[in-house]
C-alpha cells in the first residue's frame, strides 16, 4: 500500500492543484454544473450557449482538453501525474471536458505519432481548441469487420488525388468539418494497397445521407466522394502505409471508446444507487428483492474488477510507451459490462425504464432508453467484440488459423 | 414443437400464412407512423375475429370455439413472429377472467362480444412500473371502484378492464370514471396509466381464492407465447443473414464461433420452446399452472433477452438501424420481459411456490 508521501512526492503537484483550483474558480461557468452530456459525441453539436463557448475556449486555451499532448501543438504538457489531478479537481467543482470527440480520442494520437511537421502543426491545435470536428471514414457497405476490403480509390493525378467511392456508418459525417479515410492507392494488394488520407467534407463531390438508428438519433451516415479532389499533402505516412496507421488509430479507438475511462465518466452513478431510488427497501435500508440484490452486487463485483482492469492495463501499456493489444482485452469486457449495467438499469426500473417520449418520464429515463439502444453499437463498431476475440486469440494468444 | 391435432396444424398453418400475407413488420411500421395512441389496425383485428382467434378459449356456448390455450397459443407465436400489433391476447386474457370467475350473467354478457371481436378487454393490474400484484391500493365501494392502474397494455382500444382491487377482480367498462393518460413506450404500442374514479365496477365473485394468480399465469403464459415467436424470427432471420453476408471473401456462417454461438441460441429456444409449450399443457390439463406459468414467462425472459441482443449483435451495424426491422424485436422485447413478471420476480416466486 502506498503510502501519503508516495502519492504526493512534491509541493509541485500541490502547487498545480493550487493551480487548477484557481482556474476553475475563475473560468468554470457555475450553470454548467454537472451537464456534461454522455452523449453529445454522438447526437451532434447543440447550439452552444455562451457558457458553454467560454468554458470551451477557456480549457483550449489551456490545452488542459487534451492535458498530455505536447505543448508546441496547443496541448496541456502535462505530465501524467498532473493530467490525474486535473481530472480530479474537474470531477470535484462538478466541470466537465469540454474538448473531445474523434479528433482528441482518435485522430490526434495518431497523428501525433505518423504525421508529418506540417501536419501537426495544421491539425493538432484546432482539436486542443475544439475548433473542428472529425469523423472516420473507414467502414464501407462491404469492408466492415473485413476493413482491409475496402474498395475507395484514391488515384494519384500529379498534384493530387482522385477520390470515388462510398463509405458507411460514418459517425457525425453531417456535422464533421473533416474526415480521416483509409483510401485505396494500389488494387494489387489488400493490406499494403490502403492508404491514410484527410478529406475535408466541403470538397465539391462529398455527399452525406445520415441514416435513422434504432434509438431514434441519425447521427451516422452514408458517405458518398464522387470525383473528389484531395491535395497531395493530406496523405499521412507513406502511400501504403494506411493500413498501419489505420490499425493505431483503432487501438487508440478501443481504449478510448470501449474502455475504462470514457466508460466510467459515462455511466456516472452506479447501479445500487439507482436501485436504491427505484426499488423498494427493507427496514434495515437494504434492496427487498432478494434476486435483484444478488444480481446488483454480482454486477458490480465484475464492474470493479473491470476498473482496476483498465487502470492496470493503462498504466502497463503506458510504462512500455504507448497502446497495446490489450486495448482488445479492454474494449471487449468494457463494452459487454457496459450493455450489462444498461440493460439492468432498465430492468430495475421496470417499465417507467422504458419510456420512449411524452409524459410521465424524466429526462434521464428518457436519456437512459435512448443510450441502451444506442449502446448495443458500442460491440459492433471499432471493431467487433468477435474481431476483438479473434485478436487475442491470434495475436496476443499466437493461436493460428485454421488451415 | 408439441404434437398437435389436426385441428391445430390447420390452426397454426392459417395464423402463419395470415401473418406473413397479411400482416408483415411492414404492417406494424404502418402502425408506428400512424402516431395513433391505439397502436392496431383495427381492419386486421377484424379479421382476426373473423377467424375465430379471439373466441379460441371461449366456450362454444358463449360464442367460442373452446380450442384450448395450446391453439390459442400456436396464433399468438404466429402473431409474435411479425410484431402484428393487436389487442388479441390482452383480450383473450380479459375473457379468461371471466370464464375462471364470471357469473353466468357476466358470461353471458361479455363472452359472446369478446369472442366476436365486437369488444376489446384487457387487465388491469399493476399500479406501479414493476409488477407486483401484491402491492394494490384501488379500491372497490359500494359498486364503485377507485385507483390507478400503471401502464396498461392496449388501455386504449380497450372497451372492458379487468381490474385487480384489494378484495379481488372486477369488471370495468370503458366510460363514466375511467380515464387514461398515455405513456409511450420504446416498442411503440399502446400504453397508459389508467385512472379510476368512482367507475361502476362489477365483481368477478366466482373462481376462489387464486383468481388474480391464476388469471396472471394465463398472461404470462400468452405473453411467452408471443415472446417465443419473436424469438424465432430472430433466430431464422439471423442465421440467414449469416448465410448470405460475406467478410474475408466467406460467408459469415463458416466461422466455428459464430456457427458455435448459433448454436447455442438453438439450444435456448428448444428450452424457450419447451417452456412455453408446457405453460400452455398446464393450462389444458389444469394441471401444476404456476409452477408451469413461472418457467414459461422466466425462459422466455431468459431466451428472448439473450436472442435479441444477439440478433442485432451478429447482424453487425446494419441491425442499428431503423431500417432494419431487427430492432423492433429489441425494444418489444424487454417491454414483454418486465410485464407481469420480471426475472427477479419471477425468481423469487419461483422460490416461493417451491416452499423455499
Ligand atoms: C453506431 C455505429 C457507429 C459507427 N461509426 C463508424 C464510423 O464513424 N466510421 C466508420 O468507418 N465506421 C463506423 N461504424 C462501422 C463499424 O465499425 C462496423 O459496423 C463494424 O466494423 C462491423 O462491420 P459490419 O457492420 O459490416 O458487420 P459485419 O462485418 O458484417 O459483421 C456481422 C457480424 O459478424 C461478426 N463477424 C464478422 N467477421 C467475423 C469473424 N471473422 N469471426 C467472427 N465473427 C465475425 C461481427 O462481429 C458481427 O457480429 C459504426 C458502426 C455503428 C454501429
Not at chain 1, 311 to 325: C, L
Request: hydrophobic residues 40%; negative net charge; glycine residues 12%.
Amino acid at each position: 500500500m502506498a503510502t501519503q508521501t508516495e502519492l504526493q512526492p512534491a509541493d509541485t503537484t500541490d502547487a498545480f492543484r493550487e493551480e487548477v483550483r484557481q482556474f476553475l474558480a475563475d473560468n468554470f461557468p457555475e450553470e454548467l454544473k454537472g451537464k456534461g452530456n454522455a452523449l453529445a459525441g454522438v447526437e451532434g453539436p447543440t447550439a452552444e450557449t455562451e457558457p458553454q463557448r467560454k468554458w470551451r475556449e477557456a480549457m483550449g486555451a489551456r490545452g488542459w482538453g487534451t492535458p498530455t499532448w505536447p505543448k508546441e501543438y496547443g496541448g496541456g504538457g502535462l505530465n501524467r501525474k498532473q493530467a490525474a489531478i486535473l481530472n480530479e479537481e474537474l470531477a470535484k467543482a462538478g466541470a466537465y471536458n469540454p474538448i473531445g470527440g474523434m479528433g482528441v480520442m482518435m485522430f490526434g494520437p495518431t497523428l501525433l505519432e505518423y504525421g508529418s511537421e506540417e501536419q501537426k502543426k495544421e491539425h493538432i491545435p484546432p482539436i486542443c481548441r475544439g475548433e473542428v470536428r472529425w469523423c472516420q471514414g473507414y467502414s464501407e457497405p462491404n469492408a466492415g469487420s473485413d476493413l482491409a476490403n475496402l474498395q475507395t480509390t484514391a488515384e494519384d493525378k500529379g498534384d493530387h488525388y482522385l477520390v470515388n467511392g462510398q463509405k458507411t456508418w460514418t459517425s457525425g459525417g453531417q456535422w464533421a468539418d473533416k474526415c480521416f479515410c483509409l483510401v485505396r492507392t494500389d488494387r494489387s494488394d489488400k493490406h499494403r494497397g490502403i492508404s491514410f488520407l484527410l478529406i475535408d467534407m466541403d470538397s465539391p463531390g462529398v455527399e452525406v445521407r445520415p441514416i435513422q438508428m434504432i434509438s431514434g438519433m441519425s447521427p451516422f451516415c452514408e458517405t458518398f466522394f464522387t470525383d473528389v479532389k484531395v491535395p497531395k499533402e493530406n496523405l499521412v505516412g507513406e502511400e501504403g502505409q494506411g493500413w498501419t496507421i489505420g490499425k493505431r488509430l483503432l487501438q487508440h479507438e478501443r481504449t478510448n471508446l470501449s474502455g475504462g475511462g470514457s466508460m466510467a465518466r459515462l455511466m456516472g452513478q452506479s447501479v445500487s444507487d439507482v436501485a436504491k431510488k427505484y426499488l423498494e427497501l427493507d427496514d434495515g435500508g437494504e434492496i427487498a428483492d432478494k434476486v435483484m440484490r444478488d444480481r446488483i452486487a454480482d454486477f458490480e463485483i465484475r464492474w470493479g474488477s473491470f476498473l482496476m482492469t483498465a487502470r492496470r492495463a493503462t498504466e502497463e501499456s503506458k510504462a512500455a510507451g504507448g497502446v497495446s493489444e490489450i486495448s482488445s482485452v479492454l474494449k471487449k469486457l468494457g463494452t459487454k459490462l457496459g450493455q450489462e449495467r444498461a440493460e439492468m438499469l432498465i430492468e430495475i426500473m421496470g417499465l417507467q425504464g422504458l419510456g420512449w417520449e411524452g409524459e410521465g418520464f424524466s429526462e434521464s429515463e428518457l436519456a437512459g432508453v435512448r443510450a441502451w439502444l444506442f449502446g448495443k453499437a458500442t460491440t459492433i463498431y471499432g471493431g467487433s467484440t468477435e474481431i476483438q476475440n479473434n485478436i487475442i486469440a491470434k495475436r496476443v494468444l499466437g493461436m493460428l488459423d485454421h488451415q | 414443437m408439441a404434437v398437435l391435432n389436426e385441428e391445430q396444424e390447420m390452426l397454426r398453418d392459417m395464423a402463419r400464412e395470415w401473418a406473413t400475407n397479411e400482416s408483415p413488420v411492414t404492417e406494424f411500421r404502418k402502425v408506428r407512423a400512424s402516431g395513433e395512441p391505439e397502436a392496431f389496425d383495427r381492419g386486421a383485428f377484424g379479421n382476426m375475429a373473423e377467424m375465430g382467434w379471439t373466441g379460441v378459449i371461449i366456450p362454444e356456448e358463449h360464442g367460442g370455439s373452446d380450442f384450448g390455450w395450446l391453439s390459442a397459443g400456436l396464433v399468438v407465436e404466429e402473431l409474435g413472429k411479425t410484431l402484428t400489433a393487436s389487442p388479441l391476447i390482452q383480450t383473450t386474457i380479459a375473457a379468461a377472467a371471466i370464464v375462471l370467475g364470471g357469473s353466468d350473467e357476466q358470461k353471458a354478457k361479455y363472452l359472446p362480444k369478446l369472442a366476436s371481436g365486437e369488444m376489446i378487454g384487457t387487465l388491469a393490474i399493476d399500479e406501479g412500473a414493476r409488477h407486483d400484484p401484491s402491492k394494490i391500493a384501488t379500491s372497490v365501494s359500494g359498486g364503485k371502484i377507485s385507483g390507478t392502474k400503471a401502464f396498461v397494455h392496449e388501455a386504449h382500444g380497450a372497451d372492458l378492464f379487468v381490474v385487480a382491487s384489494t378484495d379481488g377482480l372486477y369488471l370495468v367498462e370503458k366510460g363514466d370514471g375511467v380515464s387514461l393518460s398515455t405513456r409511450k413506450l420504446t416498442d411503440q404500442r399502446s400504453h397508459a396509466d389508467v385512472t379510476f374514479d368512482g367507475a361502476s365496477a362489477d365483481k368477478l365473485a366466482g373462481g376462489g381464492d387464486s383468481l388474480l394468480d391464476d388469471v396472471l399465469d394465463r398472461a404470462r403464459i400468452l405473453t411467452a407465447c408471443e415472446m417465443l415467436g419473436m424469438a424465432q424470427q430472430v433466430f431464422d432471420t439471423t442465421l440467414d443473414y449469416l448465410k448470405q453476408r460475406v467478410q474475408f471473401n466467406q460467408v459469415l456462417a463458416t466461422f466455428q464461433s459464430l456457427q458455435h454461438r448459433m448454436a447455442d441460441l438453438f439450444g435456448d429456444l428448444a428450452m424457450m420452446r419447451s417452456a412455453v409449450e408446457g405453460g400452455l399443457q398446464a393450462l389444458d390439463s389444469g394441471f401444476g399452472v404456476a409452477r408451469a406459468a413461472t418457467i414459461a414467462k422466466a425462459e422466455a425472459n431468459r431466451v428472448l433477452h439473450t436472442m435479441s441482443r444477439e440478433g442485432v449483435q451478429l447482424h453487425g451495424g446494419i441491425g442499428m438501424t431503423d431500417e432494419y426491422d431487427i430492432g423492433f424485436y429489441l425494444k418489444r422485447a424487454r417491454v414483454l420481459e418486465a410485464s407481469f413478471g420480471s426475472t427477479s420476480y419471477l425468481k423469487n416466486r419461483f422460490a416461493k411456490l417451491g416452499g423455499y
